[in-house]
């Protein structure tokens, strides 16, 4: 996951955070669940997380104020965080969970009417990966089309968390992690009901791996972890 925990400058590592509140949009939401379960994870005693809404450059701005002494923001808002003197103080990434960010999705009619466009697509996806890891100026120029980012401090750095850091090169859907959101979803009131396994399908990029696509793509490189 490519989210990070900047805090104010006064707080340079975790256990800092005792006493203080991290600003989140509302009770439950992710940026909610993932600072409650940084907390969790590191015990650290008596932290608010203080509902705040709005975008996450809003909740920055909230933090700049001091409403609150930590937010959980995604790259490159971390570059303009440590460039104003705030500390960047952990990476949610080395929690090393299981986790969808980004992901292709096809109707159960489409998979089953049409599987042939499906692993087309999937594989498409996976050159595109490989594509970036390896023409990393090109990447970078489409990344400034759309992310809108010219500064070259955060488009490295942005292209290094969303090309390199998060990439599962095999393209697995962590089942894991579906069933989680699901039960979350439950639990928030959302009548789900189709099993979490009927929700994801890796068929397809099981393939890519038994057919020798990925191997042909990547080489040795396939077993070697992304980041």
């Given at each position: 996951?490519?989210?990070?925990?900047?805090?104010?400058?006064?707080?340079?590592?975790?256990?800092?955070?005792?006493?203080?509140?991290?600003?989140?949009?509302?009770?439950?939401?992710?940026s909610d669940r993932l600072s409650r379960l940084l907390v969790k994870r590191f015990n650290i005693p008596d932290v608010t997380m203080r509902p705040i809404g709005g975008s996450q450059t809003e909740r920055y701005q909230?933090?700049?104020?001091?409403?609150?002494?930590?937010?959980?923001?995604?790259?490159?808002?971390?570059?303009?965080?440590?460039?104003?003197?705030?500390?960047?103080?952990?990476?949610?990434?080395?929690?090393?969970?299981?986790?969808?960010?980004?992901?292709?999705?096809?109707?159960?009619?489409?998979?089953?009417?049409?599987?042939?466009?499906?692993?087309?697509?999937?594989?498409?996806?996976?050159?595109?990966?490989?594509?970036?890891?390896?023409?990393?100026?090109?990447?970078?120029?489409?990344?400034?089309?759309?992310?809108?980012?010219?500064?070259?401090?955060?488009?490295?750095?942005?292209?290094?968390?969303?090309?390199?850091?998060?990439?599962?090169?095999?393209?697995?859907?962590?089942?894991?992690?579906?069933?989680?959101?699901?039960?979350?979803?439950?639990?928030?009131?959302?009548?789900?009901?189709?099993?979490?396994?009927?929700?994801?399908?890796?068929?397809?990029?099981?393939?890519?791996?038994?057919?020798?696509?990925?191997?042909?793509?990547?080489?040795?490189e396939l077993s070697a972890p992304a980041r």
């Open positions: 996951m490519p989210f990070v925990l900047v805090t104010q400058k006064e707080i340079r590592k975790l256990e800092d955070l005792k006493g203080k509140s991290l600003g989140v949009v509302r009770p439950g939401d992710l909230a933090m700049a104020a001091n409403l609150v002494q930590g937010v959980v923001i995604t790259p490159p808002l971390d570059v303009r965080a440590k460039n104003d003197g705030y500390n960047v103080t952990y990476r949610l990434i080395d929690l090393d969970l299981p986790f969808v960010y980004s992901s292709l999705h096809a109707s159960s009619r489409s998979i089953r009417g049409r599987p042939e466009m499906v692993q087309r697509m999937v594989a498409a996806f996976g050159e595109a990966v490989q594509f970036a890891d390896k023409n990393p100026a090109k990447t970078k120029a489409a990344m400034t089309k759309v992310m809108r980012v010219n500064n070259e401090e955060a488009l490295n750095v942005s292209y290094n968390v969303y090309a390199k850091d998060i990439v599962d090169r095999r393209m697995i859907v962590p089942g894991q992690a579906v069933a989680e959101s699901v039960e979350l979803q439950r639990t928030l009131g959302l009548p789900v009901k189709r099993k979490a396994a009927e929700l994801y399908d890796n068929a397809f990029t099981a393939h890519l791996e038994k057919s020798g696509f990925l191997k042909e793509l990547w080489g040795a």
